[in-house]
């Protein structure tokens, strides 16, 4: 299988570059493999439209072409990422508003979307400092808006949601757990 890991974390000593380091060791090696970290590729996340970028020419953009190629290449999506304010870090939010684009991820049917990246699946890995069940009932996004509104309308489907919840709290023993989880989760690709 071709899986793509989508990464959007700054600190590359961070619980969730241990995260990433758990999911990339504990996939088999029978997977092709390609992690794409946003802050080292120096991805630029700022929409920029004038005369000479418009919105409807995303879907063909020279400068994210690289990315929309990794796309169709996989077959499993794995995203990586800290929940910050509620949502995706901004770079996150940048890729997908630069990459998902109509015409390559999704187009509208009457006025419907419809999904044009089917045939792939993904897992979402979030961590945040949020009690869970706060974050449950109470916040809007926490991995969901990515999962519901952007992913399952491109045809991603399914897409599995894992959090990693009320991080600042937990000990150290916590997250070696939580390492764990995600270890026996990888192995299972």
């Not at 439209?49 to 190629?69: G, I, P, S, V």
């Not at 109470?138 to 489907?157: A, N, P, S, T, W």
Request: glycine residues 6%; contains cysteine.
């Amino acid at each position: 299988m071709n899986i793509l890991i989508i990464y959007a974390y700054p600190n590359q000593t961070g619980f969730s570059a241990r995260v990433l380091k758990t999911v990339r060791e504990n996939l088999s090696s029978q997977h092709q493999v390609k992690v794409l970290d946003l802050y080292q590729e120096g991805f630029d996340p700022l929409l920029v439209f004038n005369e000479q970028n418009q919105r409807r020419d995303l879907a063909t953009d020279e400068k994210t072409k690289k990315y929309r190629e990794l796309l169709q290449w996989s077959e499993q999506l794995i995203f990586i990422f800290p929940i910050w304010w509620s949502s995706m870090p901004a770079i996150l939010k940048g890729f997908i508003d630069r990459v998902f684009a109509k015409g390559f991820a999704y187009e509208h049917k009457g006025m419907m979307p419809v999904g044009l990246l089917k045939g792939r699946q993904a897992w979402i890995i979030t961590s945040h400092d949020t009690p869970k069940p706060y974050a449950r009932f109470f916040q809007q996004d926490y991995g969901r808006v990515l999962k519901r509104q952007v992913l399952e309308m491109c045809g991603i489907k399914p897409v599995k949601l894992t959090e990693i919840a009320y991080l600042r709290g937990s000990t150290p023993e916590k997250r070696e757990k939580y390492l764990r989880k995600l270890e026996k989760m990888s192995q299972a690709f």
